[in-house]
């Protein structure tokens, strides 16, 4: 796309939101690196705010050096629950305060990746007539994103299941915006892992809960340890709430179940991977590229920074996720053979070790997966979506 001149001579101003998981927040941080190339590349002063909960990802925003400002929000949960009376109030607590924030502030548009945190902000922005966008990550739209799409510009999309939901002339299938980092990076599989101190020869399957961790897959990979942990590695991403429990029990696995604790040195359990740049360290782009196999929830993306990977996956959605959105992501990802679906009603470490076993022994089975995984991909998301974005501010 050409931007050839700003319309109005002034600094844009953009508001991200969204907020309740990594799932909601780390696409907004993609999209906004990718927006400041364009600006800085154009000459374009830019400033881009972040309005949402205080919640974990936080401080992973203000690394981006973006301004944060915070508001009270409140779930909406379906089954009876006292939290919901008080999240009631929450919300209107935060509705408040977002009205101060984007009335003196004023953006030029509102960036939207849907969530909870973002209802108070794109209530005032159709109050505001603030040109509104949402990012859709999932097959199946949340409240927030689905309500609010029928107000917004343009409505991007990641799973071609989603446009049923939205109006098709301003909808765009994108594809699920991912950090630049997480890509375009070429390693040596073997140096990494000897880098690592990790086996050159072992498989390696990593599990990841998702940005929180889940409780059933860390229960899973504990039960599966005594029988897989002799033919395989294992990279475990427990959560950081889980993680000093689930170091526990696998000691107490190794010890009294297992009989020893040598094969304590091929598995490795930490609370979260993180984006870092040194080839040295356990980080989750490292980890994405030297994993044989990939065990994980179904969130959006988890979803598309596998496929970006090429990596081979077996996914075992959220059951009780909203509008059971984590279980039609995961088919709709597997329909061209990048994944296995295993659901949670149907597994048991048995049925899961026998499963493992027949996917990281089959090679053809493995190379066909990965295969499927980059030819789903669509790695131009975040490019398509910031440009779309500051089109906004152009003329031709």
Sequence with gaps: MNFPFLKQNKKVRIVLTGGGSGGHTFPLIAVSREIKKISEAKNIPI????????????PYVLKEGIMVKKILTGKFRRSF???????????????????????????????SKGGYGSLPIMVWGIIFFIPAYIHESDAVPG?????????????????????????????????????????????DKLSVKKSLGLSEERTLITFIGGSQ??????????????????????????????????????????????????GKKYYHPFAFL??????NI?????????????????????IFEIALSGKPAILIPLPWATRDHQRINAYEYAKNGAAIVVEEKNLSPNIFNDLLNR??????????????????????ATKEIAENLMQSFFVN
């Design 47 to 58: 400033e881009i705010i972040y309005i949402g909960p205080d919640d974990f990802v936080v």
């Design 81 to 111: 629950s006292l939290e919901n009376f008080f999240d009631f109030f929450r919300v209107i607590a935060g509705i408040i305060q977002t009205f101060f924030y984007l009335f003196t502030i004023m953006p030029d548009l509102i960036f």
């Design 143 to 187: 409240l927030v994103n689905h309500f609010f799409g029928r107000f917004c510009k343009k409505i991007f999309i990641s799973f071609e299941y989603s446009k049923r939901f939205f109006p098709s002339k301003k909808t765009i299938l994108t594809g699920n915006p991912v950090r630049e980092n997480l890509l375009n990076y070429k390693i």
């Design 213 to 262: 961790g889940a409780s059933n897959i860390n229960d899973l990979v504990l039960d599966i340890l005594p029988k897989i942990i002799d033919k395989a590695e294992i990279i475990h991403q427990t959560g950081e709430k889980n993680y000093q429990i689930v170091v526990n029990e696998a000691d107490i696995v190794f010890r009294e179940i297992i009989g020893s604790e040598e």
């Design 274 to 279: 993180r984006e870092e740049e040194a080839l």
């Design 282 to 302: 356990f980080s989750l782009r490292n980890v994405y590229l030297i994993s044989d196999l990939i065990v994980a929830r179904a969130g959006s993306g988890l």
């Design 359 to 380: 996917v990281i022994n089959d090679k053809e089975k493995l190379d066909s997966m990965s295969k499927a995984a980059l030819n789903f991909a669509l790695p131009n």
